[in-house]
């Protein structure tokens, strides 16, 4: 009986499926510490690599053997905002690169005015869903210029910290007109700042239009409280679940006196400052979109955490933000979110701790605490163990894209945000104010492999409209071949038996990028 090429790539990548799918040890690294001598690192530098980026090509593992672990650290530490030209042309022509916020905030709004005047129902119902087309476009551009970096930038480190902040920071661009200053949020807030004070991020982040319509603020005022931004401030970005393993002692009271404090932190939405008299005039602040005006605010005094907040405006925010970030509960929680994130799903209590006080001796420097993580010990004894880190679907897809499509930069990335959708991990697309899970439970389903092997299957074959344009009129073809020096250098020293031999039966290319985009080795870094 003869099979179809598809039934027998099945057959092939069946046991890898089960086995990608299985629980895996957690290993035991003791987090001794000490030097460890440079032949040991060498033998690991290809996971250590795998870890500050998205995947080590030729060219990095190169530049780590040549600069050592702590040079090419600082070097990915030290890489500024700004793209390298190419990436800046192919981002520049998106049009999310070419307007602001405000100026997509203030067409939307003109637009909304324009289509409450229209007299027929059915012209009203095709102008609004006109409108919410070019809101879904408006997202898919952000994405796209968000995996054209993550996939094409050098400052590797830079995109993944993106990635890292945009999903603890986390908003929902189905939300309301997030999507409008979706584009904004990520360039002009987050992404800037992924390596400074964890303070000034915070405070970048609350005063940024999609998080303020997102939690809510933006409705917030004196006497029509909304306490849902004060809560997650608290629980989601800085002290962790009041009573959690961070440590945070807080209390209902303490969210309602914070909310208090965020009244009038708010969206300009109409373009024109608010009726003041001049004593509250001279406390009114306005940048782009953003505002804080008096005149919705509560002047009352509030007491947070224990201390007294005297009513003065945005001061209080400033103060209230200070404070909650140099709590140690503050250090602890975002500390051990990095090393879930980047070392184990379980990271080794010592190591928490040196970040955390990195974190406060510091005054939350996120690139020291990142040196103190990376250059670890317990990174090094988690490396050396065994200790796998399942990569969830963002890094699945960006790894196998680095890996496969890197000398061939793809002219369509449609299809990889979709994938990233069919993983259940769109971009921007969490619902919840928390973010997308970290940890390996969340994505090591049966039914999440099958998804990664039609993916797998789709990138190996070069079948992927990755080289089509928006039409789907093919620009080139062609499927990649995986067997670089990076492959034998760092991929297939970790391959296991059950993989080899579906590797060796591989009836061709693509058939053989497939099973390897699909093993069990390929799903950890």
């Excluded at 040991?40 to 050592?68: P, Y």
């Excluded at 059915?122 to 476009?137: E, M, V, W």
């Excluded at 995109?159 to 920071?169: D, I, S, Y």
């Excluded at 990335?413 to 921007?428: D, G, H, I, K, S």
Aim: glycine residues 8%; charged residues 20%.
């Amino acid at each position: 009986m003869s099979l179809s090429p598809r039934c027998r790539l099945g057959l092939l990548a069946a046991p890898l499926l089960a086995a990608a799918c299985a629980p895996f040890g957690q290993g035991s690294p003791d987090g001794t510490a000490g030097a460890v001598p440079e032949a040991e690192l060498r033998k690991t530098d290809g996971r250590w690599l795998n870890r500050v980026l998205f995947f080590g090509d030729d060219a990095s593992m190169q530049r780590l053997q040549s600069l050592g672990r702590a040079r090419f650290l600082d070097e990915q530490l030290a890489m500024p905002p700004a793209d390298p030209p190419g990436l800046a042309a192919a981002i520049a022509v998106l049009p999310v690169a070419q307007q602001t916020a405000e100026q997509r905030y203030r067409a939307l709004r003109a637009e909304q005015q324009r289509i409450n005047t229209l007299p027929d129902e059915d012209a009203k119902q095709q102008a609004r869903n006109a409108l919410n087309r070019a809101g879904n476009d408006a997202a898919q551009e952000t994405a796209t210029r968000h995996m054209l970096r993550a996939l094409y930038s050098p400052a590797q480190l830079r995109e993944q910290m993106t990635w890292f902040w945009m999903n603890h920071f986390s908003v929902y661009s189905g939300k309301g007109s997030v999507c409008w200053t979706l584009g904004d949020y990520e360039d002009k807030a987050v992404r800037p700042r992924v390596f400074g004070r964890f303070g000034d991020l915070v405070m970048a982040t609350l005063t940024a239009p999609a998080m303020l319509e997102f939690l809510d603020n933006a409705q917030s005022a004196a006497g029509r409280i909304n306490e849902n931004y004060a809560r997650e401030l608290m629980e989601l970005h800085t002290l962790g679940v009041s009573g959690g393993p961070s440590g945070s002692r807080y209390t209902q009271q303490d969210v309602q006196e914070l909310a208090r404090i965020l009244t009038g932190v708010g969206i300009d939405a109409n373009g024109q400052p608010p009726r003041l008299s001049p004593q509250r005039q001279a406390l009114y602040l306005h940048d782009g979109l953003f505002e804080f005006n008096p005149g919705r605010h509560d002047f009352g005094n509030k007491t947070l955490l224990g201390q007294r907040i005297d009513g003065a405006g945005f001061a209080e925010v400033e103060q209230a933000v200070a404070l909650l970030v140099r709590q140690p509960a503050t250090a602890r929680f975002i500390s051990h979110k990095l090393a879930v994130y980047f070392v184990a799903d379980t990271p080794p209590p010592a190591l928490v701790d040196r970040m955390a006080a990195t974190f406060q001796r510091s005054q939350g420097d996120i690139a020291a605490v990142l040196r103190t993580m990376f250059l670890a010990p317990e990174m090094q004894a988690a490396l050396a163990s065994g200790t796998r880190k399942f990569k969830d679907p963002m890094q699945y897809v960006t790894s196998s894209m680095r890996m496969a499509y890197a000398e061939r930069p793809a002219a369509n990335l449609r299809p990889v945000t979709n994938w990233l959708a069919q993983l259940a991990e769109p971009l921007y697309g969490r619902i919840t104010p928390d973010g997308y899970p970290m940890g390996e439970a969340a994505w090591a389903s049966s039914g999440q492999m099958v998804k990664r092997f039609e993916i797998a299957r789709a990138m190996g074959s070069g079948q992927a409209a990755l080289y089509a344009d928006d039409a789907g009129k093919p620009l080139r073809a062609g499927f990649p071949l995986l067997t670089t020096r990076s492959f034998y250098d760092q991929i297939e020293p970790t391959l296991g038996a059950a993989t080899r031999q579906a590797l060796s039966q591989a009836a061709s290319q693509p058939e053989w990028n497939t099973v390897l985009l699909s093993s069990p080795e390929w799903m950890q870094r």
